[in-house]
């Protein structure tokens, strides 16, 4: 088979660096210790690695490199020229059969030896398997419900919640804790199956679930701000908008699919630093990416990873498959802070010429860009006492970038100095500068009950910031914000090859090799035209 994506090989034969050890799902190795000098098996142990396992429906091993992931073939493979190493295998098929009281004593995915490893870790891995097993739709029990085979922490206050998903003061928080902290494989395998796009694309569910686990166990739960909560917290907004009049009448079920994954995936492996970090560190991911949506680039092929790697859409004819992976891409591609311009100025002028035909497919696509990057940073919008914890949550997760750049004598980030920037003014700034702009051109897109209400709890929410910093002291008005808005957006950057290419004519986003002064554009229709 080919290699997706031709990453960095770490080498095996020199020991392996800290900050390689300490990420989620980097590596797969070899069971002999001697490749990476280490003495110790139980050394070995305390890396957090990805898995490589032999599917029978599979031709492959699928090993997750770095966060990426590379096709190896069972044949012949040759890492690097050095010869071939023998990689541990895990059937994920036979784990199930070992009782929770002895999971602490199992190895982990990627572990050689035989040291501890959280129960509740290897439950959250390995649910997808123990889920569908005590489930009565296994046991023989007819399939009236499909939340029956949610396991045992699904209980019957999260069903009553799930209940009120269309509503716009939905607490995420209350119902992670209610899910035992798997919202976003429980929500977002409820809103696939309340549209039936289960039966509708004949995804398998086995495959389905698995893949949600995955996608939430690559999110960080260490991350204050960009963890699963906040992954599921987006796809119950994309859900909301989706709903709105307009889309609801001409979206596809394709589109509300890619729509629901690319909410849950658009901050896949979030590293919990901005992408400046990233580039003034000399990160891989920067390189690798050529410090253009870097964060975005490694979300989407992160996401493709994790698609190939379940097999969920195996079954379809592999040009669909290809061309639901680049419009994905486009849809998280979108999400990039620092082109927020580009899109809001190309949104403007739509709106103002009339001309957006959701009719037509490029023309939808481009409207679910738009509702991700809504969703993406809807927090100021959502009611005060749920906008202030997320408020909390993202600015802990800049000010801790910043001790670390203070650690290191590097230049801290804007926004990321606690010494010279409070929550408030952060608040204040963004919502000035970035949130209250975009939700102003899609309420002239969208004039809702939900539209006005989301601009309501907005100036209520920036008031109150406003009374803070007043309590807090602050008599002159220019406290209350940020001296510039480049704190917030920056310049479009150059799009560069590892953009998805347009799959097709319908993609509103032709993504090309690019010079410094070309931009993507996704095509225009003449307007008065109706055909997609």
């Not at 686990?213 to 907004?237: C, F, G, I, K, R």
């Not at 510039?484 to 004519?505: D, G, K, L, N």
């Amino acid at each position: 088979m080919e290699v997706c994506y031709q990453l960095p090989v770490l080498p095996l034969d020199r020991p392996v660096p800290k900050h390689v050890l300490s990420r989620r799902g980097a590596i797969s190795f070899s069971s002999s210790s001697s490749l990476f000098g280490a003495p110790d098996p139980r050394q070995l142990s305390q890396r957090r690695g990805a898995i490589s396992y032999d599917s029978s429906d599979q031709t492959a091993l699928y090993i997750r490199m770095l966060g990426d992931v590379r096709v190896r073939s069972q044949v012949g493979f040759d890492p690097e020229g050095k010869g071939s190493y023998s990689y541990l295998c895990i059937d994920f098929r036979t784990l199930h059969s070992c009782s929770d009281s002895d999971s602490s004593l199992i190895p982990g995915p990627g572990f050689s030896s035989a040291g501890p490893v959280s129960g509740r870790r290897l439950r959250r891995l390995l649910s997808f398997q123990r889920y569908l097993h005590s489930s009565r739709l296994l046991r023989g029990t007819p399939h009236l419900n499909p939340l029956h085979i949610l396991d045992e922490d699904y209980t019957g206050q999260a069903k009553c919640m799930l209940e009120r998903v269309t509503t716009w003061n939905f607490d995420i928080f209350l119902y992670d804790r209610l899910t035992n902290g798997n919202s976003l494989v429980t929500l977002t395998f409820h809103l696939l199956n309340q549209y039936g796009l289960l039966e509708l694309f004949q995804l398998d569910m086995v495959k389905l679930w698995r893949f949600l686990v995955m996608v939430q166990e690559d999110y960080h739960s260490l991350n204050p701000y960009h963890n699963a909560v906040h992954a599921a917290d987006v796809t119950q907004a994309m859900y909301c908008y989706l709903r709105e009049p307009k889309l609801a009448k001409s979206l596809t079920s394709c589109d509300i699919l890619l729509g629901l994954l690319a909410a849950a995936t658009h901050d896949l492996d979030h590293p919990g630093v901005n992408q400046p970090f990233l580039i003034k560190t000399n990160h891989y991911l920067a390189k690798l990416y050529r410090n253009s949506s870097v964060l975005e680039n490694h979300h989407w092929r992160s996401a493709v990873g994790l698609l190939r790697e379940t097999g969920l859409f195996s079954h379809l004819p592999a040009e669909d498959g290809l061309k639901m992976e680049h419009q994905l891409g486009s849809l998280i591609l979108a999400t990039d802070i620092s082109r927020q311009n580009e899109y809001l100025g190309k949104f403007r002028t739509h709106l103002d010429q009339d001309d957006l035909y959701l009719s037509n497919a490029s023309h939808r696509h481009f409207i679910l860009q738009m509702a991700l990057k809504c969703a993406d940073i809807c927090n100021p919008c959502r009611p005060w006492e749920l906008s202030k914890q997320w408020s909390e949550k993202v600015t802990e997760e800049f000010f801790h970038q910043g001790d670390i750049e203070k650690k290191h004598r590097l230049e801290v980030s804007p926004l990321c100095d606690s010494q010279s920037n409070s929550m408030a003014n952060i608040q204040i700034g963004f919502m000035t500068y970035v949130v209250e702009p975009l939700f102003v051109e899609w309420a002239r897109f969208s004039d809702t009950r939900l539209s006005q209400t989301m601009l309501g709890h907005l100036g209520l929410n920036k008031a109150s910031w406003g009374g803070l910093v007043q309590q807090e002291g602050s008599s002159s008005p220019e406290e209350l914000e940020p001296s510039s808005p480049a704190f917030f957006t920056m310049p479009t950057p150059t799009v560069t090859e590892s953009e998805p290419e347009s799959a097709s004519a319908a993609e509103p986003i032709a993504v090309t090799t690019a010079t410094a002064t070309e931009e993507t554009n996704y095509k225009e229709i003449p307007q008065g035209s109706k055909e997609s």
